[in-house]
């Protein structure tokens, strides 16, 4: 008994359409759960715009006590104590936020002086900088918590580039504190951190309230500077499977896996059913070839059959209409195709129709050393070849195109309403669909080789000759160009020198 497609279709789409409710429920849960990490993302980025403002900040610093160094060039050596004193009193002035500045000349670090006032901590900072690799980074020296201030140190140089000593400048902090926490979100923690020998995370600078316990904490790295900014955000971060979200995930998996088989299932008999309408089909073609027609074919689904129904008669109706086209000359004999006064008829037929309907496009074929298999096997052969070559044409070409024989080796396709694009599309197709070879009679097996010219008809055309006439000439350029590839006559362009060529 042949079952409803509309049946089984209804049955797949409710348990789609369960599937997706339930997934859709399901994906609101995690997506609920996600807003969270999205928020934590969010936090992120607020951390990492602070350090991009807080590199900012140093890298101004370093460029203005740079400047300044510049500004000093060989007159260290040559400055008195006093003058000295008044020239780091000028930078500092000249440095906002500048809390003191040190110019230091190279034996001084050398070998300091008890009486030179210079901080140890300073002077471990200036001896590292004096490695030629040594980058030129702001660090905090007062090891309390806070720090008060931070060092940053720039070498002064001579004409020559010869290093004469270091310009240092002390910032505060409060530039630092500010920036944090103009930027802290209400309720969130912040903290700078520079490694020390002890403590490779000592914090030398804390803003906003104290983190929660169970509040996870974002590290961004200060690319210019050796410091670390560690931020606490106001919320904690929640587990994205955890608690019975876990089982809720589990579950999803089970169900979906159950959808899965079912729809598996029915696809299996679809396809089945399917499968076994399509040799019904194979079947009702084959026979038209054979030119009959059976009173009945199995069919397995009623949407089928009754497309079927139709199309049986259609058949018993060609094959009634192909009599009626032997009884009137239409056809020609060996082919089985149209001949050429039927050909004209139908050129006719869509010339007069393209105003209304669009343009129909032409394309003439020669089957290539036709002629040597006359003259190697006879005229048997050669007329196996034009039935051979008429079967496999009558395969590839559309129900709605005209196909006809115009004499010898020449047929004809008119690609009904279809513009030279389109045409040119279904010629390239044609060529890929057609066999490399044919087995005649007698066990002669043929290379199948043959030369085409394409074009379409045009608003200035007057007459249905007119096309068959373009693609003539195209047929005989690409005859010219060595056979075997098929050329287009572009009525708006001309044939030009170098047309389209589509080659087997």
Same mark, same amino acid.
Request: charged residues 25%.
């Given at each position: 008994?042949?079952?409803?497609?509309?049946?089984?279709?209804?049955?797949?789409?409710?348990?789609?359409?369960?599937?997706?409710?339930?997934?859709?429920?399901?994906?609101?849960?995690?997506?609920?759960?996600?807003?969270?990490?999205?928020?934590?993302?969010?936090?992120?980025?607020?951390?990492?715009?602070?350090?991009?403002?807080?590199?900012?900040?140093?890298?101004?610093?370093?460029?203005?006590?740079?400047?300044?160094?510049?500004?000093?060039?060989?007159?260290?050596?040559?400055?008195?104590?006093?003058?000295?004193?008044?020239?780091?009193?000028?930078?500092?002035? &000249?440095?906002?936020?500048?809390?003191?500045?040190?110019?230091?000349?190279?034996?001084?670090?050398?070998?300091?002086?008890?009486?030179?006032?210079?901080?140890?901590?300073?002077?471990?900072?200036?001896?590292?900088?004096?490695?030629?690799?040594?980058?030129?980074?702001?660090?905090?020296?007062?090891?309390?918590?806070?720090?008060?201030?931070?060092?940053?140190?720039?070498?002064?140089?001579?004409?020559?580039?010869?290093? @004469?000593?270091?310009?240092?400048?002390?910032?505060?902090?409060?530039?630092?504190?500010?920036?944090?926490?103009?930027?802290?979100?209400?309720?969130?923690?912040?903290?700078?951190?520079?490694?020390?020998?002890?403590?490779?995370?000592?914090?030398?600078?804390?803003?906003?309230?104290?983190?929660?316990?169970?509040?996870?904490?974002?590290?961004?790295?200060?690319?210019?500077?050796?410091?670390?900014?560690?931020?606490?955000?106001?919320?904690?971060?929640?587990?994205? @499977?955890?608690?019975?979200?876990?089982?809720?995930?589990?579950?999803?998996?089970?169900? &979906?896996?159950?959808?899965?088989?079912?729809?598996?299932?029915?696809?299996?008999?679809?396809?089945?059913?399917?499968?076994?309408?399509?040799?019904?089909?194979?079947?009702?073609?084959?026979?038209?070839?054979?030119?009959?027609?059976?009173?009945?074919?199995?069919?397995?689904?009623?949407?089928?059959?009754?497309?079927?129904?139709?199309?049986?008669?259609?058949?018993?109706?060609?094959?009634?209409?192909?009599?009626?086209?032997?009884?009137?000359?239409?056809?020609?004999?060996?082919?089985?195709?149209?001949?050429?006064?039927?050909?004209?008829?139908?050129?006719?037929?869509?010339?007069?129709?393209?105003?209304?309907?669009?343009?129909?496009?032409?394309?003439?074929?020669?089957?290539?050393?036709?002629?040597?298999?006359?003259?190697?096997?006879?005229?048997?052969?050669?007329?196996?070849?034009?039935?051979?070559?008429?079967?496999?044409?009558?395969?590839?070409?559309?129900?709605?195109?005209?196909?006809?024989?115009?004499?010898?080796?020449?047929?004809?396709?008119?690609?009904?309403?279809?513009?030279?694009?389109?045409?040119?599309?279904?010629?390239?197709?044609?060529?890929?669909?057609?066999?490399?070879?044919?087995?005649?009679?007698?066990?002669?097996?043929?290379?199948?080789?043959?030369?085409?010219?394409?074009?379409?008809?045009?608003?200035?055309?007057?007459?249905?000759?007119?096309?068959?006439?373009?693609?003539?000439?195209?047929?005989?350029?690409?005859?010219?160009?060595?056979?075997?590839?098929?050329?287009?006559?572009?009525?708006?362009?001309?044939?030009?020198?170098?047309?389209?060529?589509?080659?087997?």
């Amino acid at each position: 008994m042949a079952q409803s497609l509309t049946r089984i279709h209804a049955r797949i789409f409710a348990i789609v359409l369960l599937c997706l409710l339930l997934a859709g429920y399901a994906g609101y849960l995690i997506v609920s759960d996600l807003r969270q990490s999205l928020y934590q993302e969010k936090n992120a980025a607020a951390a990492h715009e602070v350090a991009t403002q807080i590199n900012r900040l140093v890298t101004q610093q370093l460029q203005a006590i740079e400047k300044a160094a510049l500004q000093t060039d060989g007159s260290l050596q040559r400055m008195t104590p006093q003058e000295r004193t008044r020239k780091e009193e000028e930078i500092r002035l &000249a440095l906002p936020g500048a809390i003191k500045t040190k110019l230091i000349q190279l034996d001084s670090i050398k070998a300091p002086d008890a009486q030179s006032g210079i901080d140890p901590a300073c002077l471990d900072l200036l001896r590292r900088m004096t490695s030629p690799d040594a980058p030129l980074l702001p660090e905090f020296h007062s090891l309390q918590t806070p720090s008060e201030h931070y060092d940053l140190a720039q070498p002064v140089r001579d004409a020559s580039q010869k290093l @004469l000593g270091y310009l240092l400048v002390g910032y505060s902090r409060d530039s630092l504190q500010t920036l944090i926490e103009q930027s802290l979100p209400s309720g969130s923690h912040m903290e700078l951190q520079q490694p020390t020998p002890g403590d490779p995370a000592h914090t030398v600078l804390t803003a906003g309230d104290p983190p929660a316990a169970n509040t996870g904490a974002v590290t961004t790295s200060l690319g210019n500077t050796p410091w670390t900014l560690v931020y606490w955000p106001r919320e904690p971060m929640p587990a994205l @499977l955890s608690g019975k979200r876990v089982y809720l995930f589990i579950f999803m998996l089970l169900f &979906a896996a159950a959808a899965c088989a079912t729809l598996a299932s029915l696809y299996l008999k679809t396809k089945n059913s399917v499968r076994d309408d399509i040799k019904s089909l194979i079947r009702l073609f084959r026979d038209l070839r054979g030119n009959t027609v059976r009173v009945e074919y199995p069919m397995a689904l009623k949407e089928f059959a009754e497309i079927f129904d139709y199309l049986r008669d259609r058949g018993q109706k060609l094959l009634e209409e192909k009599e009626k086209l032997k009884d009137m000359g239409l056809m020609d004999h060996l082919s089985q195709m149209s001949n050429r006064r039927h050909f004209e008829m139908r050129l006719k037929e869509l010339f007069d129709a393209s105003k209304a309907n669009g343009p129909s496009s032409v394309l003439m074929i020669d089957m290539d050393h036709f002629k040597a298999v006359n003259d190697k096997h006879g005229h048997d052969v050669g007329d196996a070849l034009i039935v051979a070559f008429s079967n496999v044409l009558r395969k590839v070409v559309r129900q709605a195109d005209v196909l006809a024989r115009l004499g010898g080796d020449e047929f004809c396709i008119i690609y009904a309403y279809a513009p030279l694009e389109k045409a040119r599309v279904l010629a390239e197709r044609l060529r890929k669909q057609l066999p490399r070879e044919l087995t005649l009679t007698k066990g002669v097996i043929h290379q199948l080789r043959w030369t085409g010219g394409l074009s379409v008809m045009h608003d200035k055309d007057t007459k249905p000759d007119d096309v068959l006439t373009r693609a003539d000439q195209a047929l005989y350029q690409a005859k010219e160009a060595g056979r075997n590839v098929t050329k287009i006559y572009d009525p708006v362009h001309g044939l030009p020198a170098k047309p389209s060529i589509m080659a087997s």
